[in-house]
């Protein structure tokens, strides 16, 4: 019960402990630091900010009744839900013994006697059960873990059925291209030929011309010099 008082009396952010101060910048240079505590060994009691660690009880869930000052009603290798189900029925006959207390005798010692009865079963029947609390806890892990793979599952194939459609896009998209490159391709050799055609004519009428003008000045100079 002092214990207990101790640990509830300690504050929420404790103070260092005093033997901080030694370990100033000076101290430190000089050596006179003292050494550091040794780490405590397996199972040894140790207290740190007020609270009492360590013990061969050490580290389990859900610690021991006999820790509680609680006297053990099944054995120390039981199997948890058969002993539920004994203390079940147990609890069961002990309401019913006192319901025929309270009808007979109110007064009588023995309801004080079956109320601590009804007590104690009912502190072993939530100590067994919180026993299972880790169980409990893997189960509904393993439940979530579950559920996180069947909603990635889904989130994949949601993607995967969106990036065909755009590959299918994608797809048409450059067929279409491929025809219109395609198309305009041969209508401009079509036209080419068609103007190349057309500037054909134009390319024999000058030259023609050309040749009109060279013997025309041919025959001038033939008149001037009277060779004709």
Do not use: W
Not at 11 to 16: F, G, I, Q, Y
Not at 151 to 172: C, G
């Amino acid at each position: 019960m002092a214990v207990n008082q101790q640990q509830q009396a300690v504050s929420a952010l404790p103070l260092p402990p005093i033997f901080y101060q030694g370990y100033t910048n000076e101290n430190i240079e000089k050596g006179r630091a003292p050494q550091p505590p040794r780490p405590p060994k397996p199972y040894e009691p140790y207290s740190c900010f007020g609270f009492n660690y360590g013990g061969p009880n050490d580290g389990q869930i859900v610690p021991p009744l006999e820790t509680q000052n609680v006297k053990r009603l099944h054995p120390q290798n039981y199997e948890h839900r058969r002993e539920l189900i004994k203390m079940n029925h147990s609890l069961l006959c002990a309401v019913l013994d006192l319901l025929q207390i309270l009808v007979t005798s109110a007064d009588s010692p023995q309801r004080t006697q079956k109320l601590s009865d009804i007590y104690l079963i009912l502190i072993h029947m939530q100590h067994l059960i919180n026993e299972l609390r880790p169980v409990q806890a893997r189960d509904a892990l393993a439940a979530m873990m579950q559920r996180q793979v069947k909603a990635t599952r889904e989130a994949v194939l949601s993607i995967t059925r969106v990036m065909n459609k755009a590959a299918n896009f994608v797809n048409k998209a450059i067929c279409n291209v491929n025809v219109t490159s395609a198309t305009n391709s041969i209508y401009p050799t079509f036209i080419k030929t068609e103007v190349e055609e057309e500037k054909k004519p134009s390319i024999i009428t000058d030259e023609s011309e050309l040749k009109n003008e060279l013997m025309c000045s041919i025959i001038d100079n033939l008149d001037r010099e009277g060779l004709l």
